[in-house]
């Protein structure tokens, strides 16, 4: 059905300004100051836009759905993290692949895309993790972006034996990824010294989730940035480093920057929005906030909030790991080292960075628009498909009222997981509308569209 939304401010990544859209074949069409309702079929969905902005849809580029991790399996599937997703204003989401040492990249890439294609809701596009580097692997990795699609990896400087590379294989895969034209995602820690530290504390009986912080200082992030973008600066490869969460490591990424290293810098809103002190909290509670890198002490909110305004930070993620409270993260009660990593924030996200960055003052909506949607469009191969609102791009957009009072809560979250880090918080504006290549899939908070719509987004090689 044809969609025509009229009244609304867009507002994108550069620009400001009223006008209508209509939307046919599941692309904006026509973008205009008026457009004459009659002039248009007499099956078009018509919302009301005044009053509102109307956004490109957000994009996510880093959510796990699926994730077998630290013995458990994370809770949510595609139907229930779409319309998590959605109700944010999230239309699209980049989930990351990570297999086993022992598993064929193909197979995972088939068993990840097939737990996608009949649940989706959102279009969605993957990272692949590279976790071992054989020759075969190589081979499959290129297929991986050459066949399907997907020009980017993901490595991990962290979780010793289970995820972290060698660096012979982490030298092999930048070099891999540069001439492929991929770029590489990277968890920056040090899997070598977060083992030590870590056993050692669990040995003086200090197993809290307060001694996960402990165990992971911002030096370790540091390390792992300048660690991999020597290696970028030796072979060329363009890398961008998830999760980015402290001033220490923001500095290093940019000090790279600056030596003309090609580096792009994600933030993801638990660090924007929270402290360790959560993760201080006594009987056990703390454990509902334990993520790698750890929530950082509070200094260094403004250092990533300004990053962000500068544009020095390129994107806002959330790192979206959904480990039930209850069964899961408190199989890591006795030892801080087994609590299952991830702080659910896929909902929240657009709420959190409107309430906490917008409307107090640390970022324009412009910027929103870009750390949020833009960016990642851009970065990985997307745009202007998606991440903007223009003729010929899909037609997913946000028609989001900012008038909205309300509170972020377990009871009116989508995600399986039994509990809401962000409980009983104040949201200021909401998603009142959101479309996904032009069908309404959530209005005000619920799901009103098909579940299996989503669509698998090759993306285009870019760097």
């Not at 297999?99 to 692949?128: C, I, N, Q, T």
């Not at 390129?314 to 959904?322: F, K, L, V, Y």
């Amino acid at each position: 059905m044809p969609l025509f939304i009229k009244n609304g401010e867009i507002v994108t990544a550069s620009d400001r300004y009223r006008a209508d859209i209509y939307c046919a074949g599941e692309t904006i069409s026509r973008i205009e100051p008026t457009i004459d309702q009659s002039e248009l079929p007499r099956n078009v969905e018509v919302i009301e836009a005044a009053g509102k902005l109307v956004f490109p849809g957000f994009i996510d580029p880093h959510v796990h759905i699926h994730l077998p991790f630290m013995g458990t399996l994370a809770k949510d599937d595609y139907e229930s993290a779409s319309k998590a997703a959605l109700a944010g204003g999230t239309t699209t989401v980049i989930e990351m692949i990570c297999p086993g040492p022992d598993d064929e990249p193909l197979d995972a890439f088939d068993e990840w895309a097939s737990r996608a294609e009949p649940l989706a809701a959102v279009d969605y596009s993957f990272h692949m993790s590279v976790v071992r580097f054989d020759k075969k692997a190589q081979r499959q990795f290129r297929t991986i972006v050459t066949k399907k699609g997907i020009p980017s990896f993901k490595v991990f400087l962290a979780y010793k034996g289970a995820l972290n590379l060698s660096d012979e294989d982490l030298f092999g895969t930048l070099r891999l990824a540069r001439d492929l034209g991929s770029i590489v995602t990277a968890h920056c820690e040090n899997a070598e010294a977060i083992d030590a530290m870590q056993q050692a504390l669990v040995a003086e009986g200090k197993v809290g989730p307060e001694y996960h912080y402990v165990s992971r200082p911002p030096i370790v992030e540091a390390e792992g940035v300048h660690h991999i973008l020597t290696f970028a600066e030796l072979t060329g490869a363009h890398v961008y480093t998830v999760h980015t969460s402290c001033d220490e490591a923001v500095r290093t990424a940019l000090g790279a920057r600056y030596r003309g290293v090609d580096v792009w810098i994600e933030a993801v809103v638990p660090h924007l929005v929270l402290d360790k002190s959560y993760a201080e909290r006594p009987d056990f509670e703390g454990g509902k906030y334990v993520m790698s890198p750890p929530l950082r002490d509070k200094r260094n909110q403004p250092v990533l909030w300004n990053a962000i305004a500068r544009r020095f930070i390129s994107t806002i993620g959330t790192d979206h790991a959904p480990f039930d409270f209850v069964g899961q993260k408190d199989l890591g009660r006795d030892d801080f080292a087994k609590i299952a990593n991830g702080i659910p924030s896929l909902q929240e996200r657009i709420g959190l960075v409107y309430t906490h960055g917008v409307t107090a003052g640390r970022i324009d909506l412009a910027t929103m628009v870009d750390a949020c949607s833009t960016q990642a469009a851009k970065i990985f191969g997307m745009y202007p498909r998606k991440g903007t609102v223009a003729i010929g791009s899909d037609a997913d957009l946000v028609v989001f009222d900012p008038g909205y009072r309300g509170h972020f809560s377990r009871a009116t979250s989508h995600s399986k997981v039994d509990y809401n880090a962000y409980e009983g918080w104040e949201i200021r504006g909401r998603a009142s509308v959101v479309t996904v290549r032009g069908e309404v899939q959530a209005r005000d908070g619920e799901f009103v569209g098909t579940i299996g719509r989503g669509r698998l987004v090759e993306r285009d090689a870019t760097h």
